[in-house]
């Protein structure tokens, strides 16, 4: 297989484009604006790319090729992937495969939604409806009535249950993630919070408080692959995507513990195997923490402490600037936001432009390594649906 890498990268800013809080956009605007970023960062011209694949949750049909006609691209394969949160991250899987495997020599990958603009147009596609399966459709749901907040708030109890951790751990975790993202000029979330604010907010799902639930966004990001061949006609810098591994929920994944994600600690394994690097080695990484709850488990997953240190990780800072390993330096899902088919684009939009050396004053020092983890919907045995691991080096 060839070597893959990213040499270029854009986003917009995430949040909610109602004509309120930031300009009335729909999807295509949102997805051109980061489409132009990304030609842009890589210096390409768009005539240059010769497929496109885009990760989204809720818009009509042939949302890259709308996407794609707002920057003159036509005439080239386009793919649609829907695969819940982790949306992105599969189209972003199947971009680097057809480069890796010399179907394409270049493709941009894009990630896309916008909410806002459904409502405000009076869409009949409601959010609601689109992320609840109808009723027996989905075991988890309908006999546990576990979904969303329900089954990372169980999780969260069991850990606290096998390991004794604490809700002012887990709380910490949303006062990293927003200090980060107030460093963030695309983040949704531009404003620091305390420990009190977070604990004191509105219970959602004990142990989970509003304040440790991520928003409803709207944003798109898109990052432009090549071979290596290719990458070296346009930049200096380009970051090699090293590795990308695709799973889904596996049938009584979370059998005997709720407190850890097999799934999880399975691909990221395979895929420091096939880089030939460890945790320890990570400078860098991005995590789905849609929830508190499941940033801190995945520290464990991940192999970044062991499993039940993800309390201690959080309470001495290893997590942070200054500790071992940087982790969601964006700001995350929680301070950053999250637009569900961009959020698995944007972690590698964030990791390439942490190791070229250009995130400012939220810039991780000496960044070689980087790991991206996203997961998408629940599935059987209360596993995510879908689960992504993807390690980018310098």
Same mark, same amino acid.
């Given at each position: 297989?060839?070597?893959?890498?990213?040499?270029?990268?854009?986003?917009?800013?995430?949040?909610?484009?109602?004509?309120?809080?930031?300009?009335?956009?729909?999807?295509?605007?949102?997805?051109?604006?980061?489409?132009?970023?990304?030609?842009?960062?890589?210096?390409?011209?768009?005539?240059?790319?010769?497929?496109?694949?885009?990760?989204?949750?809720?818009?009509?049909?042939?949302?890259?090729?709308?996407? =794609?006609?707002?920057?003159?691209?036509?005439?080239?394969?386009?793919?649609?992937?829907?695969?819940?949160?982790?949306?992105?991250?599969?189209?972003?899987?199947?971009?680097?495969?057809?480069?890796?495997?010399?179907?394409?020599?270049?493709?941009?990958?894009?990630?896309?939604?916008?909410?806002?603009?459904?409502?405000?147009?009076?869409?009949?596609?409601? =959010?609601?409806?689109?992320?609840?399966?109808?009723?027996?459709?989905?075991?988890?749901?309908?006999?546990?009535?576990?979904?969303?907040?329900?089954?990372?708030?169980?999780?969260?109890?069991?850990?606290?249950?096998?390991?004794?951790?604490?809700?002012?751990?887990?709380?910490?975790?949303?006062?990293?993630?927003?200090?980060?993202?107030?460093?963030?000029?695309?983040?949704?979330?531009?404003?620091?919070?305390?420990?009190?604010?977070?604990?004191?907010?509105?219970?959602?799902? +004990?142990?989970?408080?509003?304040?440790?639930?991520?928003?409803?966004? +709207?944003?798109?990001?898109?990052?432009?692959?090549?071979?290596?061949?290719?990458?070296?006609?346009?930049?200096?810098?380009?970051?090699?995507?090293?590795?990308?591994?695709?799973?889904?929920?596996?049938?009584?994944?979370?059998?005997?513990?709720?407190?850890?994600?097999?799934?999880?600690?399975?691909?990221?394994?395979?895929?420091?195997?096939?880089?030939?690097?460890?945790?320890?080695?990570? +400078?860098?990484?991005?995590?789905?923490?849609?929830?508190?709850?499941?940033?801190?488990?995945?520290?464990? +997953?991940?192999?970044?402490?062991?499993?039940?240190?993800?309390?201690?990780?959080?309470?001495?800072?290893?997590?942070?600037?200054?500790?071992?390993?940087?982790?969601?330096?964006?700001?995350?899902?929680?301070?950053?936001?999250?637009?569900?088919?961009?959020?698995?684009?944007?972690?590698?939009?964030?990791?390439?432009?942490?190791?070229?050396?250009?995130?400012?004053?939220?810039?991780?020092?000496?960044?070689?390594?980087?790991?991206?983890?996203?997961?998408?919907?629940?599935?059987?045995?209360?596993?995510?649906?879908?689960?992504?691991?993807?390690?980018?080096?310098?």
């Amino acid at each position: 297989m060839r070597d893959v890498y990213i040499i270029g990268a854009g986003m917009t800013r995430f949040g909610l484009y109602n004509g309120k809080r930031l300009p009335l956009k729909n999807i295509y605007e949102l997805g051109k604006e980061a489409c132009l970023a990304a030609l842009d960062h890589a210096g390409i011209n768009h005539r240059k790319i010769q497929a496109a694949y885009c990760g989204n949750v809720g818009s009509p049909p042939n949302c890259a090729q709308m996407i =794609l006609a707002q920057i003159g691209v036509s005439g080239i394969p386009a793919f649609n992937h829907e695969n819940g949160c982790a949306s992105g991250s599969s189209a972003l899987r199947d971009a680097y495969e057809s480069i890796g495997n010399g179907i394409h020599d270049t493709a941009i990958v894009i990630g896309a939604e916008c909410w806002s603009f459904m409502a405000a147009s009076g869409s009949a596609m409601a =959010l609601s409806g689109l992320i609840s399966p109808p009723p027996g459709t989905n075991l988890n749901q309908d006999i546990a009535g576990a979904f969303g907040p329900a089954i990372m708030a169980l999780a969260g109890k069991a850990h606290m249950n096998e390991y004794g951790t604490t809700k002012e751990q887990f709380a910490k975790i949303a006062v990293k993630n927003k200090r980060n993202a107030a460093k963030n000029p695309y983040a949704q979330f531009q404003k620091e919070i305390t420990l009190e604010e977070v604990l004191n907010s509105r219970m959602i799902c +004990d142990p989970i408080t509003k304040l440790q639930c991520c928003p409803q966004s +709207d944003g798109a990001a898109a990052v432009i692959l090549a071979n290596a061949a290719v990458a070296r006609q346009y930049t200096g810098k380009p970051i090699k995507l090293a590795a990308l591994i695709q799973s889904s929920a596996k049938y009584k994944g979370t059998e005997g513990s709720l407190s850890q994600f097999t799934c999880f600690e399975t691909i990221s394994k395979q895929a420091y195997e096939s880089v030939g690097v460890g945790p320890e080695d990570l +400078d860098v990484v991005e995590v789905h923490d849609d929830f508190t709850t499941l940033e801190l488990i995945a520290y464990e +997953d991940l192999g970044l402490c062991k499993r039940g240190e993800g309390g201690r990780f959080i309470d001495e800072g290893l997590c942070d600037y200054g500790g071992e390993v940087v982790v969601s330096s964006s700001g995350g899902l929680l301070g950053k936001g999250h637009p569900l088919g961009a959020t698995g684009v944007a972690q590698f939009v964030e990791l390439t432009w942490q190791l070229r050396e250009e995130c400012g004053s939220r810039q991780v020092e000496n960044a070689r390594i980087g790991l991206a983890h996203n997961g998408g919907g629940i599935g059987d045995g209360y596993e995510p649906g879908a689960v992504t691991i993807g390690i980018l080096t310098k």
